[in-house]
């Protein structure tokens, strides 16, 4: 896990000329944004300017409109979201948001469409629209993501250019332990699919930085009114997050009640364990057996 | 037309929302992207509003800031019962100003600590959280006397005032801050009520009453 990317702000909010502290996993972090762009990041150790002391200097990268290091060495780029590139798309960085609960659940949370009706009421979802149909799973070949595919779902309000409700399809992709990345069918164009991210930045055990991006075709509505579409629907998760116990993912398979591990959760959970994931989880082997 | 400069996760601007959704009454809203945008510094919203600070209305040409300043506007100009804000009880009117003053008192120390852990502004969170959790003890107190009474309201009305509207978004949102409700059960029934009223609303963060007792 430390050998991943993590995102650490939106390239857009870091103020220029400043030193920023955050954290990553649990160790307090720097970073800064210089006149001409130059990112840095940087462990702390009682240096305060940036790129003073080279020793403590981490590798950082801008992606998807967020700021990105690691205090590992990576064996590569960020996943792709080959989306981001197209020219006619809506990039927005719709935010960072603290919650206080562990990467893995809120990742977990966002696989699930289970919530929407009940949480993302009129918008996502809408009784008696509950049911979560059938629909795939699956890991890739070379074991590095997640794909769940034929997700359908009614939804009253699937986009920010949604005039009507609809039977929405979803796509979700978990490419990296602390992110996920899903698509929908959108409603400007029925061949092309909207693109929304979450990118957690496991702060501690038990607290991360929700990051959210999205790529969507949206020519009519300011960014900030997607991005205030985004932070609404993150901030009525925010309760139901924190809410949760325990507050790391626990990965025994039977930990918790069928109903919320869903079928994408289990694969997300064992594909945790497979990687070896011990930051933010409760292995299985360290859970007590209840009788 | 009403027209409110909102920012959809504020509490303040919810106490505004709230109001006009008991009273029934439409509205335009202007969103002002607070965070992560903090549109509310811009030159264009200072010249709205010179302290920078959500919410503020328009109604006609009367531009009004300060979220307890519009309750109080709205209710005396709108409401025609008469509840939400009686004039005509000068003891009640003491009463009802000071918890305005006391809502506006949570927004120091409950809301403050909600924009430290959720949106990463740089308040000190832990004095923030203790002056939260001692304006609680006092709420929580009072609230107990209250229904030791009879009484369902933080005033001494037998209909909810403008003072409820006022105190219930950030004390309903402290958990976001980290200010626990565990230890204030009168505040916890009190909630509770105020969900209950007939056109009550939520926002992100607030969720509705549970099915009736
Ligand atoms: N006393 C004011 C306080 C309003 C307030 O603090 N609003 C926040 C948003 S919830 C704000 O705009 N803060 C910006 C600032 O104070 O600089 C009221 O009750 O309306
Ligand atoms: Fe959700």
Known sequence: MANQWYPLASVEETAVGRVHRTRLFGEPIAYAKDTA?????WRCTGSQQPGSDPSTALPVIARYGYIWATIGTPDGDIFPIPEYGEADRRNVAAGTIGVQVSAQRAVENFLDMGH???????????EPHTEVKEYNVAVSQDGREILATECLFYQPMASTVSTSGADVEYTYRVPHPTCSVLYKSSPLDE?????????????????????????????????????????????????????????????????????????????????????????????ASEQVNTP | M???????????????????????????????DYYPGRQHRT??????NPLGQLPVIEDGDYRLRDAQAILVYLAHKYDHGGNWYPTDNPDLIGEISQWLAFADQLTTTASAARLESAMFFELDGD??????????????????????????????????????????????????????????????????????????CVMPGVFPAGPAV
């Open chain 1, 37 to 41: 762009g130059t990112l840095t990041a």
């Open chain 1, 116 to 126: 929407f009706p009940f949480v993302h009421t009129g918008i996502l979802g809408q």
């Open chain 1, 191 to 283: 061949k092309r699919l909207d693109v929304i991210a979450i990118f957690c930045q496991p702060t501690g055990h038990e607290t991360l930085r929700g990051h959210m991006m999205l790529s969507i075709l949206d020519d009519v509505n300011t960014d900030d009114f997607i991005r205030n579409f985004q932070l609404h629907i993150f901030g009525q998760d925010k309760p139901i997050l924190e809410n949760q116990f325990p507050k790391r993912l626990p990965l025994e398979p039977r930990a918790e009640t069928p109903i919320r591990a869903d079928k994408t959760s289990i694969v997300y959970r064992r594909w945790l364990s497979q990687h070896g994931v011990t930051y933010g989880v409760i292995p």
């Open chain 2, 2 to 32: 009403i027209r409110l400069f909102d920012f959809d996760l504020s509490g303040n601007c919810y106490k505004v929302r709230l109001l006009l959704a008991f009273l029934g009454l439409e509205y335009e809203k202007t969103n002002i």
């Open chain 2, 43 to 48: 030159d264009a919203f200072l010249r709205i």
């Open chain 2, 127 to 200: 004095a923030a959280r203790a002056g939260a959790h001692k304006l609680f003890r006092i709420l929580d107190a009072h609230l107990w006397f209250r229904e030791d009474a009879g009484a369902d309201w933080i005033c001494s009305a037998d209909e909810p005032t403008i003072a409820d509207i006022a105190c219930f978004p950030y004390v309903a949102l402290s958990e976001e801050g980290g200010v626990s409700r565990e230890d204030y059960p009168a505040i916890r029934r009190w909630l509770d009520r105020v969900k209950r009223i007939p056109g009550f």
